[in-house]
């Protein structure tokens, strides 16, 4: 009895852990695995925020700045809507789908502009610094398309 008060034995521990993956898999659905795409990949845009402007402070480009802010925004306001989005309504998964596009073509300016500027900038000091900022855009922009890509699947899902 006190061994319980204080805390899970290791039996109920295991069974605890048995039945918690279960309902984890059991709760994976197309629904569920965009919503944590699309909020990972949204918080990952505002953690890294900090390599895109050290990026952009190396790139001789007006408007890559503005283009990353945009960016920026649009991940957050995807964060927002994911959170808030529901499985049974349709008119919020089509209206995050649209979000998401928004992103990933203001995303997709971004990552063209900065590797533009880095093919064409002739001295850059640091490189890899450039580089590894491309590399990230990049990889968000295919965690948002899949994103976008399972929710317009679930709204079909919806829908019938």
């Known amino acids: 009895m006190l061994k319980q008060q204080k805390g899970l034995t290791k039996m109920d521990s295991k069974t605890y852990t048995k039945t918690g993956l279960s309902a984890i898999i059991k709760d994976l ?56 989005m529901h499985e049974d309504k349709a008119l919020s998964l089509i209206g995050n789908t649209i979000i998401i596009i928004i992103t990933v073509v203001i995303g997709y300016q971004l990552y063209k502009i900065c590797n533009d500027a880095f093919l064409n ?3 850059l000091n640091d490189p890899e610094i450039v580089k590894k900022a491309i590399g990230l855009i990049r990889n968000e922009l295919i965690g948002f398309v899949v994103g ?12 019938r």
Not at 148 to 159: D, G, H, N, R, S
């Open 29 to 84: 659905s197309v629904f569920n695995i965009a919503k944590l795409l699309l909020v990972v990949v949204s918080l990952s845009s505002l953690l890294l925020t900090s390599s895109y402007v050290h990026a952009i402070l190396k790139l001789e480009n007006a408007i890559v700045g503005f283009i990353m802010f945009m960016f920026i925004l649009m991940s957050v306001m995807t964060l927002f809507q994911s959170v808030r």
């Open 121 to 123: 900038q002739a001295k």
């Open 148 to 159: 976008a890509i399972l929710l317009v699947v679930q709204t079909v899902k919806t829908l």
